[in-house]
């Protein structure tokens, strides 16, 4: 099955840290760019990274901050948060540039105190 699942949100304190994965199964995750959006509460789906397995790129809001990573042989991308601020509250999602495109169900992440 081709999917992509996401884990690793939760809730953590303004200048805490996470994690996210995303796990990819059903086609050849190295040939691909994966990319992780994100949704804010009533906010439109923006752009936070991409990893093409040669390079990466940011949004300027997270640079410096987060960090994409992907691990071929496991088949998944990796999100490292740090310095988390209130306004990086949203649902991110894992985007793979496959024919059609592929997104993941997203996993919450909330920054509060």
């Known amino acids: 099955q081709v999917q992509l699942v996401e884990s690793g949100g939760g809730l953590v304190q303004p200048g805490g840290s996470l994690r996210l994965s995303c796990a990819a199964s059903?086609?050849?995750?190295?040939?691909?760019?994966l990319t992780w959006y994100r949704q804010a509460p009533g906010k439109e789906r923006e752009w936070v990274a991409t990893s093409d397995g040669r390079s990466t790129s940011y949004t300027d809001s997270v640079k410096d901050r987060l960090t994409i990573s992907r691990d071929d042989a496991k088949n998944t991308v990796y999100l490292q948060m740090n310095s988390l601020k209130p306004e990086d509250t949203a649902w991110y999602y894992c985007y793979a540039s496959i024919a059609g495109g592929l997104w993941g169900q997203g996993t919450q992440v909330t920054v509060s105190l």
């Open positions: 059903g086609f050849t995750f190295s040939r691909y760019a």
